[in-house]
């Protein structure tokens, strides 16, 4: 069980840590502590893993391909032979959800992936820069949150029919970082201020080699929980567009083109469809218990060892995942709640 | 305040005609006309595609300026949003549907709204008590289920109820009953009916968002020395919490209103589609089907008003809640 936490606790020196039983712990052991501590985020850890586990080992206990029609069972409930049922020509639903789950599954890591990369270098260079360079990015933004990326993409994606579901991942991705890079943003110009940035900026390294080794690497605990959340919505999305046929098409197949295709059967035949559904939300549920689990678990302001019924005043209130650094809310340069905690990369 | 207010008013103008040119050239350049006409049966005459388009003023051989600038003409001048691909006015459509889809989202969003402050303020102060945590349990569960699949499973329990019963319990298809007589208030009981399900479809996802944050606010805010003041002094409990804890707490919340907006109005398209709600989301997909750009140009700028106008009110919700904004 610990693998997942400890992939996902990154910036802390673990070693260091480790080597030091007495005396405070290290921030990796601590973090690694709390997320234990929280049930229900190691519940969603879990399922996370066994989802995965399902998705890419399932296929190999089942006979039936996903594509190949079994015409003996057309529209057959779930049976020994066809865990899931079959569909309307004979295919068998267990394989077709299981394709369809790694589909959605890789979609959504990649553009959550994808999404936060890119939301973490326009939002430093906007804070780290500022002037002209913060206030065009910026503009950008803005101008792509008042188009609902929804109706960008539907326009778009009838053009990519032919270049497969790696476009989709990229066009997701793209409308995807705007509210993230804003926070990245106001955590940088806080950040780049700090002692340790006016260091290496006075021996000279190099913007860009600032903004990699000293400045996101600040912003980490924000991105890792950003991103977690970020891989519910980018499945959300993804579902949701294929369901209208504006993202995953034919050849290929999602939890979205599979839930399409059930919806008109499924008050009769409910396995076409609930099977699917089932599925989506608990990843998504999973996903999201997780995220909440880091975000307290990586909170500087929480207590250290926090007892199970906590007093009134200590709880740290969830930090929204939009602070008031979002544009309007705090005046022009105010760092929202989420001031990073520490110059521990300076090193 | 006012001096505020005009200065996000302004930005807000240019961001709307910067977004609603990014969009013309979008869809001028992501859609294909011309295909649509020639694919006809009987195949018409390249001369007379052409003719045709550039009466529509969609003739991709006309730089993608020079369109705008006429369209824009037209929407400035005349208020007219050109004509759709069967050469009707594109006003009619937006006329007729526009209505049917501010209906859904305004008191989808509103409820919502009104929900998620309330049981999320509800939540904080019964903290760990039976009713948060069952709120905290519904709001992850709903806050994972995309909008499209909770209106899906809400029409699926509407069609099992009319199997059980016999008859319609709840209406799932449509805004009206069609060729009902009575007086007004059969109507607008059909109407409150039709609304029933799309809305509950959008506001739970309202609800549960608002209310996982609006807890942790009024979190923060209920441990604070000016709310004991304010009971020292005298108020009730209720009456602190509300005038002086509630409204610190909504402060942060009014940013979030106008961002969740975005998500609203994509839900809405999903929900009216669901739903068989002549709409504006509807008519965007059948647009883009039917590549007919003014039209699609038209929902796009629908889009962006309703997004900066919920921006504007959340600006101004926040300068009359935030005495610090105003100066």
Redesign the interface.
């Known amino acids: 069980m610990t693998d997942v936490p400890e992939s996902l606790t990154a910036p802390a020196p673990a070693p260091v840590a480790a080597r030091r039983p007495p005396g405070p712990p290290g921030r990796g052991r601590l973090v690694l502590g709390r997320l234990l501590g929280a049930r229900w985020a190691v519940a969603g850890a879990v399922t996370v893993l066994l989802l995965f586990v399902l998705a890419f080992g399932g296929p190999y206990l089942t006979p039936w391909d996903y594509a190949a029609p079994d015409y003996t069972a057309l529209r057959q409930p779930p049976s020994a032979a066809h865990w899931f049922g079959t569909n309307g020509i004979g295919q068998d639903v267990f394989a077709q959800t299981l394709r369809g789950l790694q589909k959605s599954l890789v979609i959504g890591l990649l553009v959550a992936l994808f999404s936060t990369a890119l939301a973490a270098l326009v939002g430093a260079c906007a804070g780290y820069f500022g002037g002209w360079t913060d206030r065009l990015l910026m503009?950008l933004v803005?101008?792509m949150?008042?188009?609902?990326?929804?109706?960008?993409i539907?326009?778009?994606s009838?053009?990519l029919k032919g270049s497969g579901w790696i476009a989709f991942v990229a066009l997701l991705a793209l409308f995807n970082w705007m509210?993230t890079a804003r926070v990245v943003r106001s955590m940088t110009i806080s950040l780049a201020s700090r002692e340790f940035v006016r260091a290496a900026q006075f021996m000279g390294v190099r913007p860009l080699r600032i903004i990699l080794r000293h400045i996101l690497p600040n912003t980490a605990s924000f991105l890792i929980t950003d991103a977690t959340i970020a891989v519910?919505g980018a499945v959300?999305s993804e579902?949701?567009l294929s369901?209208?046929g504006f993202g995953v098409r034919a050849p290929d197949v999602s939890l979205g083109t599979l839930?399409a295709a059930g919806?008109s059967e499924?008050?009769v035949f409910p396995w076409l469809?609930y099977f699917a559904?089932g599925l989506?939300?608990l990843f998504?549920?999973a996903?999201?218990?997780i995220g909440?689990g880091l975000r307290d678990a990586l909170d500087p302001t929480a207590e250290a060892a926090r007892p199970a019924?906590r007093p009134?005043?200590a709880?740290?209130?969830?930090?929204?995942a939009?602070p008031?650094g979002?544009?309007?809310?705090s005046g022009p340069r105010r760092p929202g709640p989420t001031t990073p905690r520490s110059n521990r990369s300076s090193s | 305040m006012l001096r505020y207010l005009a200065q996000?008013l302004a930005y807000y103008a240019v961001?709307?005609v910067?977004?609603v040119f990014?969009?013309y050239a979008?869809?001028s350049g992501?859609?294909q006309p011309r295909t649509y006409f020639e694919s006809k049966v009987p195949r018409p005459a390249a001369a007379s595609v052409d003719r045709q388009l550039t009466a529509l003023n969609i003739n991709d051989r006309t730089p993608v300026a020079v369109r705008f600038g006429h369209w824009a003409d037209g929407v400035l001048l005349h208020g007219d949003l050109g004509r759709t691909i069967h050469d009707t006015p594109v006003n009619d459509d937006f006329r007729r549907r526009v209505w049917v889809s501010l209906r859904l989202l305004l008191i989808g969003s509103l409820l919502g709204m009104l929900l998620g402050v309330a049981g999320g303020a509800w939540s904080a102060v019964k903290?760990?008590r039976i009713t948060d945590r069952a709120l905290t349990v519904v709001s992850?569960?709903l806050?994972?289920?995309?909008?499209?699949?909770l209106a899906?499973?809400l029409k699926?329990g509407a069609?099992?109820a009319k199997?059980v019963a016999g008859h319609e319990v709840v209406p799932f298809t449509g805004y009206e009953t069609p060729g009902l007589t009575g007086g007004l208030g059969t109507h607008l009981a059909d109407w409150g009916l039709h609304l029933l399900l799309p809305t509950l479809s959008l506001a739970l996802g309202g609800l549960a968002t608002y209310s996982?944050?609006q807890?942790?606010?009024m979190?923060?805010v209920?441990?604070s020395d000016y709310l004991r003041t304010a009971e020292a002094k005298g108020l009730t409990r209720n009456r602190a919490l509300l005038r002086h804890g509630l409204r610190t707490a909504v402060i942060?919340m009014?940013?979030?209103f106008?961002?969740s907006f975005?998500g609203i109005?994509?839900g809405a398209?999903?929900t009216e589609?669901i739903f068989g709600w002549h709409g504006m989301g509807e008519w965007?997909?059948q647009s883009?089907n039917e590549q007919d750009v003014n039209a699609?140009v038209a929902?796009?700028l629908f889009?962006?008003v309703v997004?900066?106008a919920s921006?504007f009110l959340?600006?101004t919700l926040?300068a009359a809640l935030d005495p610090r904004v105003r100066r």
């Open positions: 503009f803005d101008l949150l008042v188009l609902p990326s929804f109706l960008v539907t326009m778009v009838p053009q509210i519910g959300m579902t949701a369901y209208f839930l919806t499924a008050p469809f559904a989506l939300v998504v549920l996903v999201n218990l909440d019924r009134r005043r709880r740290p209130a969830a930090r929204p939009l008031a979002a544009p309007e809310a | 996000r961001l709307l910067a977004a990014l969009s979008l869809a992501a859609l903290q760990y992850f569960v806050l994972s289920t995309p909008v499209f699949l899906l499973l699926n069609i099992a199997d996982r944050y807890r942790g606010t979190l923060d209920l441990g942060p009014s940013t979030m106008a961002y975005l109005f994509t398209a999903f589609t965007f997909i883009i699609v929902v796009n889009a962006a997004v900066l921006g959340a600006d926040h």
